[in-house]
Antibody, heavy 122, light 110 residues
Framework: EVQLLESGGGLVQPGGSLRLSCAASGFTFSSYAMSWVRQAPGKGLEWVSD????????YYADSVKGRFSISRDNSKNTVFLQMNSLRAEDTAVYFC???????????????WGKGTLVTVSS | QSALTQPASVSGSPGQSITISCTGTSSGVGGFTYVSWYQQHPGKAPKLMIYEVSNRPSGVSNRFSGSKSGNTASLTISGLQAEDEADYYC??????????FGGGTKLTVL
């Protein structure tokens, strides 16, 4: 059974940093691209970042480029999102999601974690 | 990035069919393969319902179907059930724009 479990969310002041983790199980982790998708309170889904299975390809939404960094540790089946220079508008539930395709990035998310809440406020 | 436009809300009675549209506002969805639809109940994670325009993942009811015509992708739900009441999001992936989500549609089962 595929499971994705996010952690690391919490309250942080504007300008601060936070590192999210997503522990995966139930599939060959290194074969699949992974992504982060966020949802601000009462709002829709917003794609944040992708990372390829091997970790060599990373992609970011314009809204987070230069501030967020995605990485993965395939030996620990974990994907990370390092978030720096946080702003109030980054407040959201952050979901970790698995890409459906066994090779490459397709932006098709067949499994999602339950999400972790990040609140940016003074 | 191309924006995707969905109606804010749709409604239908149990047993009826409804269709939710997803229209690209710049390059559109017409020439692209990776169009997906997600269902999200309040406080829950999204669930993949349709991928690559018209394919259903294992376990998704065949009451859900997807299609594409010109610049618009559509999700049709037939035989509406109370449990179908949720938010629905379309998404489009291209190698140049990465993933873009539509604004979401709230489905109310009357």
């Amino acid at each position: 059974e595929v499971q994705l479990l996010e952690s690391g969310g919490g309250l942080v002041q504007p300008g601060g940093s936070l590192r999210l983790s997503c522990a995966a199980s139930g599939f060959t982790f290194s074969s699949y691209a992974m992504s982060w998708v966020r949802q601000a309170p009462g709002k829709g889904l917003e794609w944040v970042s992708d990372i390829s299975g091997g970790g060599g390809g990373t992609y970011y939404a314009d809204s987070v480029k230069g501030r967020f960094s995605i990485s993965r540790d395939n030996s620990k089946n974990t994907v990370f999102l390092q978030m720096n220079s946080l702003r109030a508008e980054d407040t959201a539930v952050y979901f970790c999601a698995k890409d459906r395709a066994i090779v490459g990035v397709t932006g098709t998310f067949d499994y999602w974690g339950k999400g972790t809440l990040v609140t940016v406020s003074s | 990035q191309s924006a995707l436009t969905q109606p804010a809300s749709v409604s239908g009675s149990p047993g009826q069919s409804i269709t939710i549209s997803c229209t690209g506002t710049s390059s559109g969805v017409g020439g692209f393969t990776y169009v997906s639809w997600y269902q999200q109940h309040p406080g829950k994670a999204p669930k993949l319902m349709i991928y690559e325009v018209s394919n259903r993942p294992s376990g998704v009811s065949n009451r859900f179907s997807g299609s594409k015509s010109g610049n618009t992708a559509s999700l049709t739900i037939s035989g509406l059930q109370a449990e179908d009441e949720a938010d629905y999001y379309c998404s489009l992936y291209t190698s140049t724009t990465s993933t873009v989500f539509g604004g979401g549609t709230k489905l109310t089962v009357l």
